[in-house]
C-alpha cells in the first residue's frame, strides 16, 4: 500500500461503469515522513476519506476488484484506510 | 488513474488479436494540476467517447486492458473516464 494525502476530488459522469456511484478522490502520494513525493494517483473512496485527510492507497487491481465485488474492470487505485498518525523516527506507538 | 489530455487518435490497421475496433488515443499526461507531464502515451479509448483536447482520467498497467471487451489484450493504458471537473482543496 501507498501513503497519500486527499488534495482534491475528481468528478466524471462518463467513465467506465465500475466507477459509477463512486467517489474518485485526488490524492497526492507522500514518503514515509509524510510529505508528498511528488506523485498522485486518482483512487476510489471506499472508507469516506475527507479533504486533507492522510489515507492508504491499495494500488493493485486484484484486490481493488475483491474490495468492491467485482471480478473484472478497470479499477486499480482504492482509499482503504485513514491514517491516525505516522511515526517513522523508530518510537512505537501500539 | 492519473489526469490526461487527448491530442488525437492513432490509427493503425494491422494491430495484435483483440484490438481490432479498439479507438486508440494520444494522451498527455498531466500531474494533479493539469500541467502536461512526461511524454505522451497510446491509451485504448475505454469508453469511447473521448474527442480532441478533451480531459480524461486514464489508468495503466493490467487493469487497462480490462477496460475493453476484449480483456485479454496487449493494452497498458486506457481511458476509463471524461473528466467533467477537478476539485482541488485550497490548502
Known amino acids: 500500500m501507498k501513503l497519500a494525502r486527499v488534495v482534491g476530488t475528481v468528478v466524471s459522469t462518463i467513465q467506465a461503469e465500475i466507477l459509477d456511484d463512486r467517489k474518485l478522490l485526488l490524492c497526492d502520494t507522500l514518503d514515509a515522513a509524510g510529505q508528498p513525493d511528488g506523485n498522485y494517483l486518482i483512487a476510489v473512496d471506499v472508507v469516506g476519506a475527507g479533504a486533507g485527510e492522510t489515507v492508504l492507497l491499495l494500488d493493485e487491481g486484484t484486490s481493488a476488484r475483491q474490495i468492491v465485488d467485482r471480478v473484472t474492470g478497470p479499477l486499480r487505485t482504492v482509499v482503504v484506510g485513514i491514517v491516525d498518525e505516522l511515526s517513522d523516527d523508530g518510537t512505537w506507538t501500539s | ?91
Do not use: N
Open chain 2, 1 to 91: 488513474m492519473q489526469l490526461g489530455r487527448v491530442l488525437g487518435t492513432v490509427v493503425a490497421s494491422v494491430k495484435a488479436d483483440g484490438l481490432d475496433g479498439v479507438r486508440l488515443l494520444i494522451v498527455q499526461p498531466l500531474d494533479r494540476h493539469q500541467q502536461p507531464r512526461g511524454r505522451p502515451v497510446i491509451a485504448a479509448d475505454g469508453v469511447a467517447m473521448a474527442g480532441p483536447d478533451e480531459l480524461v482520467h486514464y489508468v495503466s498497467a493490467r487493469e487497462a486492458a480490462q477496460a475493453l471487451e476484449e480483456t485479454f489484450v496487449p493494452v497498458d493504458h486506457a481511458v476509463v473516464g471524461i473528466v467533467d471537473a477537478v476539485e482541488e482543496l485550497s490548502q
